[in-house]
């Protein structure tokens, strides 16, 4: 996608970029001009028009080994409008929403008619596929009848004003150069240990600032810098196994990113982590009960964070797992999930799933989703769901993608929080009362993927970087390999017998939209392990290459 968008962009050195005055009275004047006269002969008004123009300035590089392979730095801005023909109650809004980058890149020039004319064809495209796509959908609903779960297509919400001028885009060439040099010396500790197939870092800085104007009269400028530096190794076991490591830091400022020197460090653990996994023995797959740590526990919570969107429970193609739950236990009685995209920080670790207003220009809140395991609440955009028929803040969406209703600081709170002693205490427990012979310690996710099988559920892929065999009777720990955990979000979050005092805030990017997990350790009663998906390879023919 990258390469798609630098087509229609302009690549300069680093400026700032312009305020909002000339795109304020051009996207406002077009608004009004769209609500009057865009209308084609046989076919309705709008009767409500969104805009988002957003400033987007992109910085990335990526090293290897110590050495800078390429860096890259564009601006472009982007043009979402969205077009409604029908009414509040019914709509050419779609369910599922069209994923990707959508909107059109613009001018980034502050040019009267070139935004004018730019806004003039994003309209008109727009309004003749919202007005096709209402006839549709108002056809299917005299054919089809109005289903149980539907209610408005749009919510009623009061207009906001917040447009205070946008901060400069900090940073400039130094600071590139400084990001740089952090990327040379953190991938410079790989090359202690030239066996490895991969050994990079990436640096990744995305500063957006965003204007919403609607035809209700919201008017909401906001910003974002998000910061991502990810490290990556790789190796090859005898036996064709290929291993990984990757550590990654999300932050919304430079102030909160950890210096060189602790990346460096996290390098360095890194290195000893594959080392010791070059010599460990593999397993066949097995369930057992296990304890997993905060990294796998905010991969399941990240990946079930979806399903509460108001857009997933009357999603008629979807698993709509939570539609018609509200007031019914979803999972342990000992648990309780909140969304917060207020907080700022959980202890010292920055929140990165922060913000004020969401993309539908709807002040963000924090809600209750589920209390002692019994479901409460849904994350909603102003897609409404039967008996909530307002938005609670939480569209959201990337420069030019269609907002829908995500996550954004979830915290899973547990009743108790024993120590990591009294966890493993739990999980012997439990293997000698199922007279398992072994069970697991999971630690570190290195990735996951959300999949669905051919019965149509959703199940989770988590593949961690650290698999330890504890032996029932003894409690000694063997680290093991080439393992992956799978299973359900819900069904692992229904097997909970025991939760750590470890709450651990973990950052995670759904494309460029960022959220946090705060969660615990957790003892589940069973889990079930598969073989890594990753094809075995053959390891470099010649030796490698001496470090420098």
Not at 34 to 41: D, Y
Not at 344 to 361: A, H, I
Not at 444 to 456: C, I, P
Request: charged share 20%; glycine share 8%; with cysteine.
């Amino acid at each position: 996608m990258k390469k798609l968008l630098c087509l229609g962009l302009l690549i300069l050195p680093f400026s700032s970029f312009a305020q909002d005055s000339t795109i304020g009275v051009v996207v406002s004047s077009e608004i009004a001009k769209a609500m009057t006269h865009l209308q084609e002969p046989g076919y309705p008004l709008p009767y409500f028009i969104s805009i988002n123009v957003s400033d987007v300035d992109n910085w990335d590089s990526e090293c290897d080994m110590g050495a800078l392979n390429w860096s890259e730095h564009w601006r472009g801005r982007s043009f979402f409008p969205d077009v409604r023909v029908g009414s509040y109650a019914l709509d050419n809004h779609r369910n599922p929403v069209p994923l990707g980058v959508l909107g059109s890149w613009i001018s980034i020039d502050d040019n009267p008619f070139a935004l004018k004319h730019d806004l003039w064809l994003g309209l008109d495209e727009s309004y003749k596929s919202a007005s096709a796509g209402f006839l549709r959908k108002e056809a299917q609903r005299v054919r089809d009848g109005k289903r149980e779960y539907d209610t408005d297509d749009l919510s009623h919400e009061k207009p906001i004003i917040s447009a205070a001028s946008f901060p400069a885009v900090g940073g400039g060439t130094s600071f590139y150069r400084q990001m740089n040099r952090i990327c040379r010396s953190v991938s410079a500790v790989f090359s202690q240990k030239p066996s490895l197939i991969q050994g990079n870092v990436s640096v990744e800085r995305r500063s957006v600032l965003s204007r919403f104007y609607n035809s209700e009269g919201s008017r909401i400028h906001s910003s974002r810098d998000i910061f991502h530096i990810e490290l990556n190794i790789a190796a090859v076991s005898k036996d064709g196994m290929k291993l990984y490591s990757e550590r990654n830091f999300i932050s919304l400022s430079t102030m909160t990113l950890p210096s060189s020197d602790v990346m460096e460090a996290q390098g360095r653990k890194m290195l000893s982590e594959v080392g010791k996994l070059l010599l460990a023995p593999s397993t066949s797959p097995f369930n057992a009960p296990a304890l997993i740590d905060p990294t796998v526990t905010s991969a399941i919570v990240s990946s079930l964070g979806l399903n509460f969107s108001g857009e997933s429970a009357r999603n008629p193609s979807g698993a709509q797992i939570f539609r018609g739950k509200v007031g019914d236990i979803v999972f342990s009685k000992d648990l309780t999930l909140i969304d917060d995209p207020m907080a700022r920080f959980f202890k010292k670790t920055p929140l990165v799933g922060f913000y004020s207003y969401d993309e539908e220009g709807v002040k963000a809140q924090k809600v209750l989703l589920v209390e002692d395991g019994r479901l409460k609440n849904f994350l909603l955009s102003r897609y409404p769901v039967i008996g909530f028929p307002h938005s609670n803040g939480h569209a959201r969406g990337e420069a030019g993608a269609y907002p829908r209703a995500m996550p954004s600081n979830l915290f899973l709170e547990a009743k108790h929080g024993y120590s990591h002693a009294k966890l493993m205490k739990i999980l012997l427990k439990e293997l000698r009362k199922e007279g398992k012979p072994y069970g697991l310690w999971i630690r570190k996710v290195r990735s996951f993927v959300r999949e669905n099988s051919a019965a149509g559920e959703e199940s989770l892929r988590i593949m961690p970087e650290l698999v330890y065999l504890v032996d029932a009777k003894t409690g000694k720990l063997t680290l093991v390999r080439g393992l992956d955990l799978v299973g359900t979000p819900l069904g692992f979050l229904n097997h909970v017998l025991g939760e750590g005092n470890d709450m651990t805030a973990i950052g995670h990017r759904i494309g460029w939209v960022p959220m946090s997990v705060v969660a615990p350790s957790l003892v589940l009663s069973q889990v079930e392990l598969q073989r890594s998906k990753e094809p075995p390879v053959n390891p470099p023919i010649l030796p490698s290459p001496q470090s420098p």
